[in-house]
């Protein structure tokens, strides 16, 4: 009997989520297991509304257009299920006679997404993962890291290029993630992609943060070059487990308790100018890290396609309570295969950049590290002409 | 007789600056008045510390990498040339035997390069102009401002994608350009990249800021849509002719007295968080928005290419104390024609965005600005999915 396919989205977006979607269109229209495909607008805010769109006669043309898309086209949510949300949401499932409901997001919304399963019983859910910040557990990886590793590769390379020219500042960038530091580690990859490398130095929210011994990396470096580009984590924090730079403002927090953390490339870039008198200024690329369809990776995508389609065939086979996630099974050539992962097992979870990534000073990563990440970022970097 | 001929850059790096250089080269390589082709490292510095590259050889290959390599190959500076120093300068570009010297840059560039003029006889000077800030007097506009302008509408659409995906929070985003806000009004683009359009606001140099009349702007807004994307120039001053946010440190300026201007975005992204109770965020790409390949408008690579070549070509002709401006004879289709433009009426002068650029309310951009601004970004413009 034929049942309708739920699919709704969770967390910030990336440059390739819609590309998951796309899969899942994709795939649904192939079973004929399944009556509609129904997307909530807005994650859960817009299943607990029954706002959906129907996507069962989404044509070809808009699949593809959708596949290179940045953002979330059915838009997306930070809105945490409460317990009180959970009888509607069953009740909800059942008005529309969902049989299947898939979930793309991060931790947070793996989460939401077992949760959901552990209150249904006759609907298959399977979560599709989803986070720039690669901070998802059990997976070799998640999509939506590589497209944003790329971005943040090519802008640090763009960047030394830049800062190199003039000679006379550091620049300072501050990378998106919070707890887990593997956007900023993967700005290690300049190197790779500008011959004669760049003077660069990179601090992950891993190690504890010491002004002191900054300041003494920008000194060293600046007697050898006058032009260093800094990369450092939005979530950076000192010693004693405290913030780098606290918020400001109540209204910055979400509903899962997460805060907009605030400007640590400016307060860096002010303490060497102040502490060092070396002229220093910051770049704070923020959300446009994870939305440029210009340096999207291409294994990213087709990875984050494939999540998409799988999860389907996966639900209609009768699997529940799944997160689809990747083995990587060989290193050259670069493979990977999906791989079935309990719910319940990365829901919450975080993983951290491991120490075998990170250098011993604490302000670089490893060729370990460069290994892991180069082939998620996708092929043809630019090639830019150097004396 | 030959003499040689010597290429310099000052100011800050853009996208296609090398471009014109490639453009010197080729046309460089096809006189036979020109014996050597150098090119001074880091601008004028190089010049006085005889620091030179021999570029008279260079090869096709090269020429081509170096066409869409962004920032500058040869280096660049942010040297004032002190009076003390042209008779050192008269002698060095004597014992080089330079005919020709050619400095690419943007007004203050242009200032130098007329001060070179002024103080040589036989060496026939002519400026090539750059400036992402579009700043340059009497030319329509000028090389590297049509790819920051692309980087920027491109930028702002993926943005507006990604918070109206999300639909909680402003996001304030902040746009290089000191005194003039060619790239800041180059954000309203987005509306054409998007279908739809987006909730956005436009806050120029050009007109005084007010806080009140910025909030009142913000708070109507987002009555109508939780999702904001708000470009602000860097150079934001308020009524009584003060920056926004004044520089905290000595050492951020440079040796025109110009100085690093701080974090305005982040600080208006502050003053909405507490005064309206909205989450608000920043964005700061920075010195990303002059250096990014993936983003360079077609039309102003060739341009500035066309410039570097032209520029040759008259210096061989004779012509002296020049800057290659441009000049609009056509609108559909667009069409330049290169001008000849008295270097003592470019240098030190600013082109501020016109009144009519601006709209009523000051918090955006009129569509004769569109028009005017448009061809300029290139073509081809990133396809995106919407609902």
């Known amino acids: 009997m034929k049942h309708n396919l739920l699919i709704a989205h969770g967390g910030g977006p990336t440059a390739v989520v819609n590309a998951s979607l796309a899969g899942v ?14 997307a909530a607008r807005h994650g859960v ?44 949401i069953v009740k909800i499932l059942h008005k529309y006679d969902i049989g299947y409901f898939l979930y793309i997001g991060g931790n947070d919304s793996m989460d939401t997404c077992n949760k959901i399963h552990l209150i249904t019983n006759d609907v298959n859910v399977i979560g599709i993962p989803k986070t720039i910040d690669n901070d998802l557990a059990v997976t070799d990886h998640c999509p939506g890291f590589g497209s944003a590793a790329r971005y943040y590769a090519v802008s640090t390379a763009e960047l030394a290029l830049d800062i190199q020219a003039l000679n006379i500042h550091v620049s300072v960038m501050e990378i998106m993630g919070r707890n887990a530091g593997w956007l900023t580690a993967s700005t290690a990859l300049a190197r790779k992609i500008i011959s004669g490398g760049a003077s660069q130095l990179i601090y992950l929210p891993e190690r504890p943060f010491l002004e002191e011994k900054f300041l003494y990396d920008i000194s060293s470096a600046w007697k050898k070059r006058k032009g260093i580009v800094v990369t450092v984590s939005e979530g950076l924090v000192r010693e004693n487990g405290e913030l780098l730079v606290n918020p400001k403002h109540k209204s910055t927090f979400d509903s899962f308790g997460h805060v907009l953390i605030g400007n640590v490339s400016q307060y860096l870039a002010d303490l060497i100018n102040s502490k060092l008198g070396i002229r220093a200024r910051s770049e704070k690329p923020g959300l446009l890290g994870r ?69 011993e000073q604490g302000n670089d990563v490893t060729e370990s590290f460069l290994k892991y990440i180069c082939p998620l970022t996708g092929k043809n970097f630019p090639d830019y002409f150097q004396f």
Do not use: W
Request: charged fraction near 30%; hydrophobic fraction near 35%.
């Open 291 to 359: 939305t440029s369809k210009a340096l999207v990776s291409e294994v990213d995508r087709e990875e984050a396609y494939d999540a998409g389609f799988t999860a389907v065939q996966q639900a209609v086979k009768g699997m529940n309570g799944f997160m689809i996630g990747l083995q990587r099974i060989s290193e050259e050539p670069y493979q990977v295969k999906q791989k079935l992962i309990l719910l319940k097992d990365v829901a919450n979870l975080e993983r951290k950049v491991p120490d075998e990534f990170i250098n």
């Open 25 to 38: 269109i994709c795939s649904a229209q192939k079973e004929k297991d399944i009556g509609k495909i129904l």
């Open 45 to 88: 805010e817009g299943l607990l509304e029954e706002d959906f769109i129907d996507l069962t006669d989404f044509n070809q043309d808009s699949i593809k257009r959708l596949k290179t898309t940045p953002a979330s086209a059915i838009g997306t949510c930070r809105l945490k299920v409460r317990e009180e949300d959970c009888g509607l």
